[in-house]
Protein backbone atom coordinates (compact mmCIF):
# COMPACT_ATOMS: atom_id res chain seq x y z
CA UNK A 1 0.00 0.00 0.00
CA UNK A 2 0.75 3.65 -0.14
CA UNK A 3 3.52 4.53 3.17
CA UNK A 4 2.65 8.17 2.05
CA UNK A 5 -0.97 8.75 1.59
CA UNK A 6 -1.65 12.07 0.62
CA UNK A 7 -5.48 14.04 1.19
CA UNK A 8 -7.06 15.51 -1.32
CA UNK A 9 -6.22 14.34 -4.30
CA UNK A 10 -7.36 17.81 -5.60
CA UNK A 11 -8.73 20.87 -4.49
CA UNK A 12 -10.21 24.26 -5.68
CA UNK A 13 -9.76 27.26 -3.84
CA UNK A 14 -11.58 30.75 -3.96
CA UNK A 15 -9.01 33.59 -4.37
CA UNK A 16 -8.43 34.37 0.01
CA UNK A 17 -9.70 31.64 1.35
CA UNK A 18 -8.29 29.01 3.64
CA UNK A 19 -7.66 25.51 3.09
CA UNK A 20 -5.53 22.38 4.56
CA UNK A 21 -4.00 19.49 2.88
CA UNK A 22 -2.50 16.31 4.47
CA UNK A 23 -0.61 13.42 4.83
CA UNK A 24 -0.52 10.26 6.89
CA UNK A 25 2.18 7.77 7.11
CA UNK A 26 2.52 3.97 7.18
CA UNK A 27 6.69 4.36 7.85
CA UNK A 28 8.03 5.89 10.73
CA UNK A 29 8.59 9.08 9.78
CA UNK A 30 10.95 11.07 11.10
CA UNK A 31 11.08 14.06 9.74
CA UNK A 32 8.82 15.50 6.86
CA UNK A 33 9.24 17.87 4.05
CA UNK A 34 6.65 19.74 1.78
CA UNK A 35 7.29 20.75 -1.66
CA UNK A 36 5.65 22.43 -4.34
CA UNK A 37 5.73 21.58 -7.53
CA UNK A 38 4.69 24.81 -9.74
CA UNK A 39 2.70 24.66 -12.87
CA UNK A 40 6.20 24.78 -15.18
CA UNK A 41 7.61 21.78 -12.78
CA UNK A 42 9.69 23.00 -10.34
CA UNK A 43 10.44 21.63 -7.36
CA UNK A 44 10.01 24.56 -4.82
CA UNK A 45 11.06 23.21 -1.01
CA UNK A 46 8.34 24.63 1.49
CA UNK A 47 9.29 23.37 4.66
CA UNK A 48 11.54 20.57 6.40
CA UNK A 49 10.27 19.31 10.07
CA UNK A 50 11.06 17.43 12.69
CA UNK A 51 7.65 16.61 15.01
CA UNK A 52 6.73 20.01 15.96
CA UNK A 53 5.19 23.04 13.50
CA UNK A 54 6.63 25.28 11.14
CA UNK A 55 5.17 28.98 9.60
CA UNK A 56 6.11 31.06 6.60
CA UNK A 57 4.24 34.05 5.97
CA UNK A 58 0.86 32.46 4.95
CA UNK A 59 1.60 29.03 4.89
CA UNK A 60 1.93 26.42 8.27
CA UNK A 61 2.44 22.98 8.47
CA UNK A 62 2.64 20.99 11.54
CA UNK A 63 4.02 17.28 12.10
CA UNK A 64 3.22 15.04 14.51
CA UNK A 65 5.46 11.87 14.31
CA UNK A 66 3.33 9.90 17.08
CA UNK A 67 0.15 9.79 15.02
CA UNK A 68 2.37 9.97 11.75
CA UNK A 69 0.66 12.67 9.56
CA UNK A 70 1.68 15.85 8.61
CA UNK A 71 -0.80 18.42 7.60
CA UNK A 72 0.43 22.15 5.25
CA UNK A 73 -2.32 24.72 6.10
CA UNK A 74 -2.94 27.58 2.91
CA UNK A 75 -3.90 31.14 4.46
CA UNK A 76 -5.62 33.84 2.74
CA UNK A 77 -4.97 31.58 -1.00
CA UNK A 78 -3.03 33.62 -4.03
CA UNK A 79 -3.83 32.80 -6.99
CA UNK A 80 0.72 31.95 -7.43
CA UNK A 81 -0.18 29.09 -4.44
CA UNK A 82 -1.46 26.98 -7.69
CA UNK A 83 0.06 23.75 -8.11
CA UNK A 84 1.02 20.32 -6.66
CA UNK A 85 1.90 19.96 -3.01
CA UNK A 86 3.87 17.15 -2.11
CA UNK A 87 4.91 15.65 1.10
CA UNK A 88 7.53 13.30 1.25
CA UNK A 89 9.01 11.39 4.18
CA UNK A 90 12.30 9.61 4.33
CA UNK A 91 12.41 5.93 3.98
CA UNK A 92 15.29 4.36 5.00
CA UNK A 93 17.33 4.49 8.11
CA UNK A 94 19.97 6.76 6.15
CA UNK A 95 17.16 9.47 6.01
CA UNK A 96 18.09 10.02 2.55
CA UNK A 97 15.63 8.47 0.61
CA UNK A 98 12.44 10.42 -0.01
CA UNK A 99 9.19 8.41 -0.41
CA UNK A 100 7.07 10.57 -1.79
CA UNK A 101 2.42 11.15 -1.93
CA UNK A 102 0.77 11.25 -5.05
CA UNK A 103 0.64 14.69 -4.21
CA UNK A 104 -2.54 17.34 -4.03
CA UNK A 105 -3.55 19.50 -7.08
CA UNK A 106 -4.34 23.28 -5.55
CA UNK A 107 -6.47 25.45 -8.16
CA UNK A 108 -6.61 29.13 -6.82
CA UNK A 109 -9.55 30.53 -8.69
CA UNK A 110 -10.19 34.40 -8.85
CA UNK B 1 19.24 30.68 -2.81
CA UNK B 2 21.57 27.91 -3.82
CA UNK B 3 20.40 25.82 -6.63
CA UNK B 4 21.09 22.75 -8.44
CA UNK B 5 21.39 23.51 -12.27
CA UNK B 6 20.23 20.22 -14.53
CA UNK B 7 21.08 19.99 -18.31
CA UNK B 8 19.16 20.14 -20.70
CA UNK B 9 15.84 21.32 -19.77
CA UNK B 10 14.48 18.85 -22.48
CA UNK B 11 16.13 16.04 -24.52
CA UNK B 12 14.10 14.04 -27.12
CA UNK B 13 15.59 10.50 -28.28
CA UNK B 14 15.47 7.68 -30.59
CA UNK B 15 14.66 4.52 -28.66
CA UNK B 16 17.59 2.42 -28.42
CA UNK B 17 20.15 5.49 -28.22
CA UNK B 18 21.90 6.65 -25.43
CA UNK B 19 21.29 9.84 -23.27
CA UNK B 20 23.33 11.15 -20.56
CA UNK B 21 21.71 13.72 -18.38
CA UNK B 22 23.59 16.26 -16.61
CA UNK B 23 23.73 17.81 -12.95
CA UNK B 24 25.30 20.36 -11.33
CA UNK B 25 24.67 19.94 -7.39
CA UNK B 26 24.86 22.79 -4.95
CA UNK B 27 28.61 23.35 -4.61
CA UNK B 28 29.38 21.88 -0.99
CA UNK B 29 26.84 19.06 -1.55
CA UNK B 30 28.34 15.44 -0.27
CA UNK B 31 25.14 13.83 -1.36
CA UNK B 32 23.61 13.10 -4.65
CA UNK B 33 20.23 11.72 -6.16
CA UNK B 34 18.16 11.23 -9.02
CA UNK B 35 14.29 10.94 -9.24
CA UNK B 36 11.65 9.89 -11.82
CA UNK B 37 8.19 11.28 -12.07
CA UNK B 38 6.29 10.09 -15.44
CA UNK B 39 3.74 13.01 -16.43
CA UNK B 40 1.67 13.98 -13.41
CA UNK B 41 1.92 11.27 -11.30
CA UNK B 42 4.14 10.95 -8.15
CA UNK B 43 8.15 11.20 -7.81
CA UNK B 44 9.78 7.64 -7.32
CA UNK B 45 13.27 7.69 -5.92
CA UNK B 46 15.95 6.11 -8.34
CA UNK B 47 19.18 6.24 -6.89
CA UNK B 48 21.46 7.53 -4.15
CA UNK B 49 25.32 8.59 -4.51
CA UNK B 50 27.89 9.64 -2.22
CA UNK B 51 31.85 9.67 -1.66
CA UNK B 52 31.78 8.32 -5.39
CA UNK B 53 29.47 5.30 -4.86
CA UNK B 54 25.91 4.28 -5.15
CA UNK B 55 24.79 3.83 -1.96
CA UNK B 56 21.25 2.37 -2.25
CA UNK B 57 19.02 2.18 -5.48
CA UNK B 58 15.56 1.13 -6.10
CA UNK B 59 13.86 -1.49 -8.90
CA UNK B 60 13.30 1.69 -11.25
CA UNK B 61 16.79 1.47 -11.49
CA UNK B 62 17.26 -0.47 -14.18
CA UNK B 63 20.61 -2.36 -15.26
CA UNK B 64 20.77 -0.05 -18.25
CA UNK B 65 21.24 3.61 -16.07
CA UNK B 66 24.18 4.15 -14.36
CA UNK B 67 25.63 7.15 -12.45
CA UNK B 68 28.84 8.92 -11.77
CA UNK B 69 30.53 11.92 -10.92
CA UNK B 70 34.11 12.34 -12.18
CA UNK B 71 36.45 14.28 -10.68
CA UNK B 72 33.72 16.82 -9.14
CA UNK B 73 32.25 17.43 -12.16
CA UNK B 74 28.73 17.31 -13.26
CA UNK B 75 27.18 14.39 -11.41
CA UNK B 76 25.32 12.50 -14.37
CA UNK B 77 22.81 9.62 -15.11
CA UNK B 78 23.21 7.95 -18.04
CA UNK B 79 20.89 5.32 -19.89
CA UNK B 80 21.64 2.80 -22.51
CA UNK B 81 19.87 2.23 -24.48
CA UNK B 82 17.25 3.66 -23.80
CA UNK B 83 13.24 2.20 -23.96
CA UNK B 84 9.97 4.01 -24.56
CA UNK B 85 9.22 3.54 -20.96
CA UNK B 86 12.03 6.07 -20.10
CA UNK B 87 9.99 8.79 -20.94
CA UNK B 88 9.60 10.75 -17.75
CA UNK B 89 11.24 13.95 -16.40
CA UNK B 90 14.06 13.02 -14.12
CA UNK B 91 14.98 15.01 -11.08
CA UNK B 92 18.33 15.79 -9.52
CA UNK B 93 18.89 16.60 -6.25
CA UNK B 94 21.65 17.37 -3.65
CA UNK B 95 22.27 17.65 0.26
CA UNK B 96 24.81 18.27 2.55
CA UNK B 97 24.19 15.61 5.02
CA UNK B 98 21.87 12.19 4.85
CA UNK B 99 18.64 13.46 5.40
CA UNK B 100 19.14 16.93 5.94
CA UNK B 101 17.04 20.07 5.85
CA UNK B 102 19.16 21.46 2.82
CA UNK B 103 17.50 19.28 0.14
CA UNK B 104 17.66 20.73 -2.92
CA UNK B 105 15.77 19.57 -6.45
CA UNK B 106 16.89 20.29 -9.90
CA UNK B 107 14.02 21.94 -12.24
CA UNK B 108 13.92 18.84 -13.81
CA UNK B 109 15.04 17.01 -17.55
CA UNK B 110 12.21 16.53 -19.77
CA UNK B 111 12.84 12.99 -21.56
CA UNK B 112 10.80 12.26 -24.29
CA UNK B 113 12.15 8.42 -26.16
CA UNK B 114 10.50 8.38 -29.47
Known amino acids: GDKVKQSPSALSLQEGTNSALRCNFS?????VQWFLQNPRGSLINLFY???GTKENGRLKSAFDSKESYSTLHIRDAQLEDSGTYFC????????????FGIGTRVLVRP | GPKVLQIPSHQIIDMGQMVTLNCDPV?????FYWYKQILGQQMEFLVN????????KSKLFKDQFSVERPDGSYFTLKIQPTALEDSAVYFC????????????FGSGTRLLVI
Open chain 2, 93 to 104: ASSLEAGGSDYT
Open chain 1, 27 to 31: IAATT
Open chain 1, 49 to 51: LVP
Open chain 1, 88 to 99: AAPSNSAGNKLT
Open chain 2, 27 to 31: SNHLY
Open chain 2, 49 to 56: FYNGKVME
